[in-house]
């Protein structure tokens, strides 16, 4: 199986990480989430609803549209504020949302997790020097997180490999079958934090910023 790779790239200072990380994951899941099975019998089953809510971000222009369950919510959140926490300064780290299915081996041995679809985001952290550069900040990672979620959009609507509908004995395989009201795919979140810039490097990723956000 090929495992799909889609890298997104996002540039924001530090109090927008954990928003944006946020829009972005859920998303993705919005879109890798289904209702709960019910299963009549072994292959013949119904489907839940997926509730979905909008959630306006305070230091982003942006409304992003989630699924309405909280379990999954603060599973999430969880994970995106250990990635904030681990930044730091003008840092840069990935956060990752990697599919996988799992197939079944023989004991003694564990059960093998196949990825078949790994999301990165890669994030720029900078300072900035006052509120208006901040203001500017806030209205233009607004709008490239809209490109974002397009192009997210568009991704996940192209016609490519997808688990096929598991029977009752093997949902587990595919799904998270923990949360009470959704579904989602399997799914783990990772993380990696990259070295702090060096002095000059951190002072031109600065004025780039400030180039790229001026009026």
Not at 76 to 87: N, T, Y
Not at 103 to 132: G, H, M, T, Y
Not at 165 to 183: I, Y
């Amino acid at each position: 199986m090929n495992c799909r790779s889609e890298v997104l790239e996002v540039t924001v200072e530090a109090r927008q990480v954990e928003e944006a990380m946020l829009a972005l994951l859920h998303t993705i899941l919005l879109h890798r989430s289904s209702g709960k099975f019910h299963y009549k019998k072994e292959g013949t089953y119904s489907i839940g609803t997926v509730g979905t809510i909008d959630i306006d971000c305070d230091f982003i222009d942006f409304t992003f549209v989630r699924v309405s369950s909280e379990e999954l919510d603060r599973v999430i959140r969880k994970a995106v504020s250990e990635f904030k926490d681990a930044l730091s300064g003008d840092g840069m780290g990935q956060i990752s949302l990697e599919f996988y299915q799992k197939k079944k081996s023989r004991w003694p041995f564990s059960d093998e997790c196949i990825p078949w679809e790994v999301w990165s985001i890669k994030v720029n952290v900078v300072n900035l020097a006052n509120e208006q550069e901040r203001q500017i900040c806030r209205e233009k990672v607004g709008e490239k997180l809209g490109e974002k979620v397009i192009n997210v959009v568009e991704v996940i609507n192209r016609h490519e490999y997808l688990p096929k509908m598991p029977t009752q004995s093997e949902v587990d395989n595919v799904f998270d079958t923990s949360l009470k009201d959704v579904q989602p795919y399997l799914y783990k979140i990772t993380y990696q934090i990259t070295d702090s810039l060096g002095t000059s490097v951190s002072t031109t990723m600065r004025r780039l910023i400030k180039d790229t956000l001026a009026l």
